[in-house]
């Protein structure tokens, strides 16, 4: 009976090595990478056009107290008055940066980390996409990512987003919800002095109220009033006027 010839190698196969562990492993890590890259860059194009159904936070704080309040609305449905005390409380150089204020990190790093240095686009990138916390892991990640945003989204885009996810009380988020809380009017309508309130609340919505300022919370309201009228002034509310 005849013998099968078995197929000859060619040159190619003989001296073809088989990959290492190491290599495998590396191939593996830029995959995983690669993969990270493609979703981080998917969602964020997304929501360029739709806005997100929910946050991490918002659906963390709805599971523990049952329920939040939150009604999303346009740039146009919110008083420019707000969105100028926004940028004035919390990145006042909110259109001149490109994600990330390196001055204010200098200046945060030289008062020892006492301050905060996270402009509106990086607080954007925590609240819809990470997690609360302090961790130097989310911080990187987020430092990485703002950048990204900057690029896909428009600043009146992030500032939309930014408004209408924030936290404005216990179980309150967004500017609409926060309006109509505090002072039973819509986004629309507020006053300066209104929007300067409920600005001056986000470094500590659980622990601030709006209608019920302290001393220090009134000054702050003076503070911010002074400022939203100085970066219209002065053009630096032009990326997201109108």
Request: charged share 20%; proline share 5%.
């Amino acid at each position: 009976m005849a013998k099968t010839a078995k197929p000859k190698k060619s040159p190619a196969q003989k001296t073809a090595p088989r990959l290492g562990l190491w290599q495998r492993l590396t191939r593996l890590i830029w995959r995983a990478v690669l993969l990270v890259i493609a979703v981080t860059a998917f969602f964020t194009l997304i929501y360029k056009f739709i806005n997100p159904p929910t946050t991490p936070y918002m659906f963390s704080e709805s599971r523990r107290l049952g329920g939040v309040a939150q009604e999303w609305v346009s740039m146009d449905q919110i008083a420019p008055v707000m969105a100028r005390s926004a940028v004035a409380a919390e990145d006042a150089n909110f259109c001149l940066h490109w994600g990330l204020d390196v001055k204010a990190i200098e200046a945060a790093m030289d008062a020892g980390g006492n301050r905060g240095a996270s402009t509106i686009s990086q607080q954007v990138v925590k609240n819809v996409f990470l997690w609360q916390g302090r961790s130097w892991v989310r911080k990187s990640i987020e430092a990485l990512w703002t950048p990204l945003t900057e690029v896909i989204w428009s600043k009146r885009r992030i500032l939309e987003l930014y408004l209408n996810v924030a936290e404005f009380g216990t179980g309150v988020f967004g500017v609409q919800a926060g309006a109509q809380h505090y002072f039973g009017v819509d986004a629309a309508d507020l006053s300066a002095l209104q929007a300067a309130r409920l600005a001056a609340v986000l470094p500590d919505p659980k622990g601030r109220d709006a209608a019920n300022p302290t001393s220090y919370l009134r000054k702050r309201t003076k503070s911010i009033m002074d400022g939203a009228a100085t970066i219209a002034a002065d053009g630096r509310a032009g990326c997201f006027a109108d």
